[in-house]
Nanobody
Framework: QVQLVQSGGGLVQSGGSLRLSCAASGYSVGSYGNYMGWFRQAPGKEREGVASISSGGSTLYANSVKGRFTISRDNAKNTLYLQMNSLKPEDTALYYC???????????????????WGQGTQVTVSS
């Protein structure tokens, strides 16, 4: 079975940084056709795509985080990362990693494109 175990959330001041990790088992982060992403959900809002990465290393970011966040993976550790810099209060949310098979879709920030989800980790940015 596929498991995605997240870590790295927490409380940080505006302008600070955090790195989220997503360790996969039963799923190969670097296998051809596999793709992964990061999503977030604030109270009262729908889940939104933050960043996505294809098996070939192509990336896509939401405009709200472009230039501040970086998605990456370590195939040897079978782990996905999200480096979050210059954090803002509006980044406060529950963050989820997600994974799927079948090739990077045309809309990789759409949560319905993903089959497996991590447990979520809270990121809180104080002003």
């Amino acid at each position: 079975q596929v498991q995605l175990v997240q870590s790295g959330g927490g409380l940080v001041q505006s302008g600070g940084s955090l790195r989220l990790s997503c360790a996969a088992s039963g799923y190969s982060v670097g296998s051809y056709g596999n793709y992964m992403g990061w999503f977030r959900q604030a109270p009262g809002k729908e889940r939104e795509g933050v960043a996505s990465i294809s098996s070939g290393g192509s990336t896509l970011y939401a405009n709200s985080v472009k230039g501040r966040f970086t998605i990456s993976r370590d195939n040897a550790k079978n782990t996905l990362y999200l480096q979050m810099n210059s954090l803002k209060p509006e980044d406060t949310a529950l963050y989820y990693c997600a994974a799927a098979y079948g090739g990077w879709p045309s809309a990789p920030l759409d949560p319905i494109k993903y089959n497996y989800w991590g447990q979520g980790t809270q990121v809180t940015v104080s002003s």
